[in-house]
């Protein structure tokens, strides 16, 4: 048995308001004033109010940018070289500042028995793990794993592992942590799939500590996991390495896929349970748009109300990709209304393959 002891989440500290990105955006992904009109509407209608960025170039009263645009205020393409510069120093940060909200109040740190960290939107060696562990002051014979560009399911990948390290071992105190800063990809070419990288995503980071049976807390425990493949949408869903940054493809057929499929996963993944459709009292859903949340609602017959905190999380942060279904999970979490009456909930979060990942979490 796993259960989950703490969770906290974090975002860099610009943020900006959704038409306030498409002002600085517009004038490098339209050409007329048509293009415009068509692009404020794509903005005005992604669901989205605000979202957070470790870079300042959205923010008109910064008059700072890192990617977007040169000194002179001229278009550019920044390297990858200098977007990972940037990910290198910003995202120690948030991983450090999301992991100090996280462990419990006077936790020894160098309790944690195991560290796993995961990203796909930067990547070195040392990586983000050995940054953590010499700042945290956590021990140097921790068990650690790297989970890398895997996309937005791969905190339900994390959380798999972390369910397997504490079942094994009963003393173990497991923390996961999640840290993406898609904001450094955002790219100036105008193609569909960089106009809509730029219109939902978001920076953020989620920790969680797992601890295994001798656990003293008595919260969810996580009691499954089921994911599948869908090669139907191999190529709708993708996440690239370029010279110029990585490159997200998102294409209009995703949500199509995912109402024709998702239902007959959820049935895979739930009799994989031992529990019946009726008997889910809570769905912590990836918000990774708003096309794709109504999607779910269609194909799977789940309502908008019972998404609520999906659709807040995407209102408030937009898709922050890996983090984003923990910021759904900590809003049930640390509800006390879904503590004391609710006992099964599924999570479930989708990336590139297509992939779907699931996880079943119980409380007592």
Not at 126 to 141: A, C, E, M, S, V
Not at 189 to 208: C, E, L, M, R, Y
């Amino acid at each position: 048995m796993s259960t989950i002891a703490s969770i906290a989440t974090a975002v860099p500290r610009y943020q900006q308001q959704q038409m306030q990105i498409f002002e600085a955006i517009k004038h490098m992904h339209t050409n007329t004033e048509e293009d415009q009109r068509k692009l404020r509407f794509m903005y005005r209608s992604s669901g989205i109010d605000t979202r957070y960025s470790v870079v300042p170039d959205f923010c008109s009263d910064k008059g700072d940018n890192k990617i977007l645009t040169d000194s002179e205020g001229i278009t550019v393409s920044r390297k990858l070289e200098d977007r990972l510069t940037i990910y290198d120093e910003e995202a120690i940060e948030l991983a450090v500042e999301v992991v100090e909200k996280c462990l419990p109040e006077g936790m020894d740190k160098t309790h944690v028995t195991h560290l796993i960290t995961v990203s796909c939107t930067g990547m070195k060696a040392p990586g983000l793990d050995i940054d953590l562990i010499r700042r945290l002051g956590l021990r140097r014979d921790i068990g650690r794993t790297s989970v890398n560009f895997m996309g937005c399911y791969a905190a339900i990948h994390g959380l798999k592992h972390a369910h397997y390290i504490a079942e094994k071992e009963p003393d173990a105190k497991v923390l996961l942590v999640c840290v993406e800063l898609c904001t450094l990809h955002f790219q100036t070419d105008q193609t569909i799939d960089n106009v809509t990288s730029t219109i939902i995503f978001g920076d953020g980071a989620a920790a969680v500590l797992v601890e295994g049976d001798n656990s003293t807390h008595n919260g969810w425990r996580l009691d499954g996991f089921y994911s599948e493949i869908n090669f139907e949408g191999l190529d709708d869903m993708a996440w690239r390495i370029s010279a110029d940054g990585f490159l997200m493809t998102l294409t209009s057929q995703v949500p199509p896929i995912l109402e024709r499929t998702c239902d007959a996963v959820i049935g895979r993944a739930l009799k994989r349970y031992g529990i019946a459709k009726n008997e889910v009292d809570l769905w912590c859903v990836h918000p990774g748009g708003k096309k794709i949340l109504e999607a779910i609602e269609r194909g799977a017959d789940i309502t908008k109300d019972q998404l609520a905190d999906s659709y807040e999380v995407l209102r408030d942060y937009g898709n922050m990709s890996s983090p984003t279904v923990l910021f759904v999970l900590e809003k049930m979490i640390k509800n006390p209304a879904y503590t004391i009456r609710q006992k099964n909930l599924i999570g479930m979060a989708f990336g590139p393959g297509l992939t779907l990942e699931t996880f079943h979490l119980s409380h007592a």
